[in-house]
């Protein structure tokens, strides 16, 4: 039987190597509530086929649309270690941010999609669970402030505990989809849930990591944080 699984090169590639071209190229505009951390996708990258897959499955029937997909902006905050220390060949790829709004566009998922090279590694040719915890606290992260932002409040909230569940080894090299929503709000309170997704040898999509997490809306946002 013909496996269905994605081959690893088109799992990766482009994505390693388009890297930090944005400042070169004139990038179509984005929506205010995502322009303070996100860039549209420079024209000739693709879609992640992980990505449109681990759409296509929490949303069968519903089209995949490019422009609701982002990258990290280079520019505005260049210093996130995911973004830039944890950045490399063999290390983490270029991410793909994909939000879902609705109707009155307020974000109700994300997705975001991350190649994962051979120098994350915890087990002999595993994630290092770390590494896996610190992808879906930035997930649930730009959840959680592109959802406050979206409904007009400040959009400045931070981690106050993240509890993840280790369910399988997410394989290395390969790639993952770390994807996010929300459980409930109690006041500045924000409880997300969500889980890492990687494609198994069948083609399927499996969990390897879920998670939840309380991010509490900073009262005078993120100027206030003292040192
Ligand atoms: C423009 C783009 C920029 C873009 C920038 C985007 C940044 C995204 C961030 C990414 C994620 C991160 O890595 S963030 C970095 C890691 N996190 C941090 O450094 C946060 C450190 N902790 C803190 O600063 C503080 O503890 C806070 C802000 C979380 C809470 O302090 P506070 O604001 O004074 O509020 P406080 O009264 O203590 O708590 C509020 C309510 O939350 C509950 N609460 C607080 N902590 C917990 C907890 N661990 N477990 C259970 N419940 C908790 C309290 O009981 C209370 O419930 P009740 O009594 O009201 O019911």
């Given at each position: 039987?013909?496996?269905?699984?994605?081959?690893?090169?088109?799992?990766?590639?482009?994505?390693?190597?388009?890297?930090?071209?944005?400042?070169?190229?004139?990038?179509?505009?984005?929506?205010?509530?995502?322009?303070?951390?996100?860039?549209?996708?420079?024209?000739?990258?693709?879609?992640?086929?992980?990505l449109v897959l681990a759409l296509s499955q929490a949303s069968p029937g519903v089209p995949v649309r490019r422009e609701q997909a982002f990258r990290?902006?280079?520019t505005n905050f260049p210093n996130h270690f995911l973004h830039s220390a944890s950045q490399g060949q063999d290390a983490l790829g270029e991410a793909?941010?994909?939000?879902?709004?609705?109707g009155e566009g307020v974000v109700q998922r994300v997705f975001v999609f991350w190649p994962l090279g051979v120098l994350l590694e915890g087990p002999?040719?595993?994630?290092?669970?770390?590494?896996?915890?610190?992808?879906?606290?930035?997930?649930?992260?730009?959840?959680?402030?592109?959802?406050?932002?979206?409904?007009?409040?400040?959009?400045?909230?931070?981690?106050?505990?993240?509890?993840?569940?280790?369910?399988?080894?997410?394989?290395?090299?390969?790639?993952?989809?770390?994807?996010?929503?929300?459980?409930?709000?109690?006041?500045?309170?924000?409880?997300?849930?969500?889980?890492?997704?990687?494609?198994?040898?069948?083609?399927?999509?499996?969990?390897?990591?879920?998670?939840?997490?309380?991010?509490?809306?900073?009262?005078?946002?993120?100027?206030?944080?003292?040192?």
């Amino acid at each position: 039987m013909r496996c269905a699984c994605l081959p690893l090169e088109s799992l990766l590639a482009p994505w390693m190597s388009l890297r930090r071209t944005e400042e070169a190229e004139s990038l179509p505009e984005v929506p205010e509530v995502y322009r303070a951390r996100y860039s549209a996708l420079p024209a000739a990258q693709p879609l992640p086929p992980l990505l449109v897959l681990a759409l296509s499955q929490a949303s069968p029937g519903v089209p995949v649309r490019r422009e609701q997909a982002f990258r990290r902006s280079r520019t505005n905050f260049p210093n996130h270690f995911l973004h830039s220390a944890s950045q490399g060949q063999d290390a983490l790829g270029e991410a793909v941010y994909y939000f879902e709004a609705d109707g009155e566009g307020v974000v109700q998922r994300v997705f975001v999609f991350w190649p994962l090279g051979v120098l994350l590694e915890g087990p002999p040719n595993f994630c290092h669970g770390g590494c896996g915890a610190s992808l879906l606290d930035d997930a649930f992260g730009a959840f959680t402030n592109t959802r406050l932002r979206s409904m007009g409040l400040s959009g400045q909230a931070v981690t106050a505990y993240l509890h993840v569940d280790y369910k399988a080894p997410t394989p290395l090299p390969g790639a993952a989809v770390c994807a996010a929503t929300l459980d409930r709000v109690e006041g500045r309170k924000v409880f997300v849930r969500g889980e890492l997704l990687v494609q198994k040898p069948d083609g399927t999509l499996q969990a390897s990591m879920e998670a939840n997490a309380l991010f509490v809306e900073l009262k005078e946002g993120f100027a206030s944080m003292k040192k």
